[in-house]
């Protein structure tokens, strides 16, 4: 077996030659409800998982027994699968010491092309545009200034990434229980278009969560307001991404099956392995540990695929461990294993993009405060440079207790002899 410190070993395999076309009896879309072979492979591993069916213990598996399958990809992600978010509680801190036209900054975001920016968070829940509105709820509102808005926006465009921006949801007439306030939203939107500004629209985060609970039935109604506003105010970026819920499955199902299909673009979730107070360093390379991501983006996927077939599944929020990271673990080489299993794992099930929080801050931070690249950063670039969209069939990708976990993808053009990462 293949290993690495005595611990699992975890890595893509990167295929050169000429890849064919995605073949209808392969394409993940089919998931729910489905045929083939690979859909039939994910809803088993579904069914043992809500059946709390033990496994049979750690799996070893050597190299010369991995089957790989190049006739055709299971499926394709988008070429901005590998994407970033920025903290929406920065905007507060002025952007927290980020020098978006720092050289250094730029050249680090370039690396990661394509790839969209999304600034968004708990906190954007509290952001207001250029406004001295009162507080509405129990936490102090902060102000975001149009030159902010526009510093974020002119470094988007300079180091070539799309951005996606969260609206504050929680602006409500009356507060908490009435409908969505839009006034601050529109001012926004309307600036954006008179600065000629392309920008993608979430509105809400983790709303599953909120202290005071808003039905899904009717945070769904906010998203109609919300398109309305788009074509109004004229936009330039017209998708709409969410709910960007936090775990909780039958509050996401509920409030997609309330939209009418075609309306999101993308529907989201986050996902993190646990808290960052409570994370140990085994749990980077513990397979349950990485299992239980399997089971979550199955749930996701198939809900999505089932109520709203026309958007792409997006991961809007991951990294390792929430609340800014583990200490001296989210920022270091072992945190690697959890990366690049989430990236393996989440093209296989269909995920189109994958959102890594955060570019620079925490510890879960692909940069640090000082602006130096953590070794998840030198991780996404090779991920960048190497991995291409199409992803192909490992026999027991999916497979519980692997200790040898291997995903493969056809290699970026221009494609060359086999490469290992």
């Known amino acids: 077996m293949t290993r690495v410190c005595g611990f699992l070993f975890s890595l893509i395999l990167v295929c050169g030659g000429v890849c064919k076309d995605i073949s209808e009896e392969w394409r993940l879309q089919n998931i729910c409800p489905g045929s083939g072979r690979l859909c039939a492979r994910i809803h088993e591993v579904q069914a043992r998982i809500e059946?709390?069916?033990?496994?049979?213990?750690?799996?070893?598996?050597?190299?010369?027994?991995?089957?790989?399958?190049?006739?055709?990809?299971?499926?394709?992600?988008?070429?901005?699968?590998?994407?970033v978010t920025i903290d929406a509680g920065d905007i507060s801190r002025n952007w927290s010491g980020i020098t978006f036209t720092a050289q250094r900054i730029i050249n680090m975001a370039r690396g990661l092309t394509p790839a969209m920016l999304r600034v968004g968070g708990t906190s954007g829940d509290f952001l207001i545009f250029n406004s001295s509105t009162e507080e509405t709820v129990q936490r102090t509102n902060f102000t975001m200034t149009p030159q902010q808005w526009d510093e974020v926006n002119k470094f988007v465009?300079?180091?070539?990434?799309?951005?996606?921006?969260?609206?504050?949801?929680?602006?409500?007439?009356?507060?908490?229980?009435?409908?969505?306030?839009?006034?601050?939203?529109r001012m926004l939107l309307s600036y954006s278009t008179s600065r000629n500004y392309t920008v993608q629209w979430e509105l809400g985060n983790e709303p599953d969560l909120w202290g005071t609970p808003i039905p899904a039935a009717d945070h769904a109604k906010d998203f109609l307001t919300l398109q309305d506003l788009v074509v109004q105010e004229k936009t330039l970026g017209q998708m709409l991404v969410g709910p960007d819920v936090a775990e909780i499955l039958d509050y996401f199902t509920k409030f997609i099956e309330s939209l009418p299909h075609g309306l999101l673009n993308a529907t989201t979730y986050h996902h993190y392995y646990g808290r960052g107070d409570e994370a140990k360093l085994s749990q980077c390379y513990d397979v349950e540990v990485l299992d239980s991501f399997i089971h979550e983006a199955v749930s996701f996927q198939a809900s999505s695929v089932a109520l709203q077939p026309k958007a792409s599944m997006w991961l809007g929020e991951t990294s390792s461990f929430s609340g800014g990271g583990a200490p001296s673990i989210s920022d270091t080489f072992v945190a690697g294993f959890m990366w690049l299993d989430k990236l393996g794992i989440a093209a296989v099930i269909g995920h189109k993009r994958v959102f890594r929080q955060d570019f620079i801050g925490g510890s879960y931070s692909l940069l640090d405060a000082e602006q130096n690249p953590l070794p998840d950063y030198w991780l996404s670039l090779l991920y960048k440079k190497l991995v291409g969209t199409r992803v192909l069939f490992v026999k027991d990708s999916l497979e519980l207790?692997?200790?040898l976990r291997i995903y493969a993808h056809c290699a970026k053009p221009p494609a060359g002899f086999p490469v290992w990462l």
């Open 51 to 83: 059946q709390k069916l033990p496994t049979q213990g750690k799996r070893k598996l050597t190299i010369d027994q991995i089957v790989l399958n190049v006739s055709a990809p299971i499926s394709e992600v988008d070429p901005q699968f590998l994407s």
């Open 157 to 185: 465009e300079t180091v070539g990434w799309d951005f996606v921006f969260g609206l504050n949801a929680l602006l409500r007439t009356p507060y908490p229980n009435g409908s969505w306030d839009s006034d601050n939203a």
């Open 401 to 403: 207790g692997r200790q």
